[in-house]
């Protein structure tokens, strides 16, 4: 159901604490936290995916030694998915979510006192998280990186086994990261392990490749090997 501007103040109103006139730089930090706990829930994409992309870019970011704004990195890494969620989400499929994200993302941002000045290097960030983007800006670059990775290894596997429905229903066949049965999501596993890697382009982030490619092959050798080759699935 469509949510009015006053509703979706209300959401945001409802997220915080502290009021605006008294919050401290660092509040609309735990406001945007608290708020994605309440209202991004998704196995795959939800607010666990998003504190786990600042953590990762941080982490590259340090590792490359690259001057990133970590006020970017962490507005960024908590709203990337916005787009996944009611109601900022597009039911157009043919929308990309990174770009109905970035223009959508700004309001909730101001309204938790986020610094206006940084919200076009968010809204950058967010156009370019996808591993099949381009990324150019600093922060850009290691959110698309850390968000790639999220895909990779254990965790990929997992997001996307998560995302496993019975029944087949519609909602799982019409996303493309979504499965709805587990042979669709060894599948689906495997189309991320070859198209996710070559599009991340920081160096601490391709130095992380191999390890996580290998602990997701060998999970889903061993997944096959149990399973008649996937066939009793």
Same mark, same amino acid.
């Given at each position: 159901m469509?949510?009015t501007a &006053?509703?979706?103040?209300? *959401?945001?109103g409802?997220?915080l604490?502290?009021?605006?006139?008294?919050?401290?730089p660092q509040d609309?930090?735990? =406001? *945007?936290?608290a708020?994605?706990?309440?209202?991004?829930?998704h196995?795959?994409? +939800?607010?666990?995916?998003?504190?786990?992309?600042?953590?990762?870019?941080?982490d590259?970011?340090?590792? !490359?030694?690259?001057?990133?704004? #970590?006020d /970017?990195?962490?507005?960024a890494?908590?709203t990337? #998915?916005?787009?996944?969620?009611e109601p900022?989400?597009?039911?157009?499929?043919?929308? !990309?979510?990174s770009d109905v994200g970035?223009?959508? *993302?700004? #309001?909730?941002l %101001? +309204? *938790?006192g986020?610094?206006?000045?940084?919200?076009?290097?968010v809204?950058?960030?967010?156009?370019?998280h996808?591993?099949y983007?381009?990324? %150019?800006?600093p922060?850009a670059?290691?959110?698309?990186?850390?968000d790639? $990775? !999220?895909? $990779?290894?254990a %965790? +990929? /596997?997992?997001?996307?086994?998560a995302?496993?429905?019975h +029944? #087949?229903?519609?909602?799982?066949k019409?996303?493309?990261?979504?499965?709805p !049965?587990?042979?669709?999501? /060894?599948? $689906?596993?495997?189309q991320?392990l070859?198209d996710?890697?070559p =599009?991340?382009? &920081?160096p601490?982030?391709?130095a992380?490749?191999?390890? $996580?490619?290998?602990e997701?092959?060998?999970f889903?050798?061993?997944?096959?090997?149990? &399973?008649?080759? =996937?066939?009793a699935l």
């Amino acid at each position: 159901m469509h949510r009015t501007a &006053s509703t979706i103040a209300a *959401l945001i109103g409802a997220a915080l604490a502290t009021p605006a006139a008294a919050q401290t730089p660092q509040d609309w930090r735990a =406001g *945007l936290e608290a708020f994605a706990k309440a209202h991004f829930r998704h196995p795959a994409w +939800g607010w666990q995916h998003s504190r786990r992309d600042y953590i990762v870019a941080r982490d590259l970011a340090r590792a !490359d030694g690259a001057m990133v704004d #970590d006020d /970017v990195l962490f507005a960024a890494a908590f709203t990337h #998915d916005i787009a996944g969620f009611e109601p900022w989400e597009d039911k157009d499929l043919s929308h !990309d979510h990174s770009d109905v994200g970035a223009a959508k *993302l700004g #309001d909730v941002l %101001i +309204g *938790l006192g986020f610094p206006a000045a940084k919200i076009a290097a968010v809204r950058e960030a967010t156009r370019t998280h996808m591993y099949y983007r381009k990324a %150019i800006t600093p922060e850009a670059i290691y959110i698309h990186d850390a968000d790639a $990775l !999220d895909w $990779l290894g254990a %965790i +990929g /596997v997992a997001r996307i086994i998560a995302t496993v429905e019975h +029944g #087949d229903p519609p909602a799982a066949k019409a996303d493309p990261f979504a499965a709805p !049965d587990l042979p669709a999501a /060894v599948a $689906l596993i495997e189309q991320n392990l070859k198209d996710a890697p070559p =599009g991340i382009q &920081s160096p601490a982030g391709r130095a992380r490749i191999p390890a $996580l490619v290998a602990e997701a092959h060998a999970f889903l050798a061993r997944l096959k090997a149990e &399973s008649d080759d =996937g066939k009793a699935l």
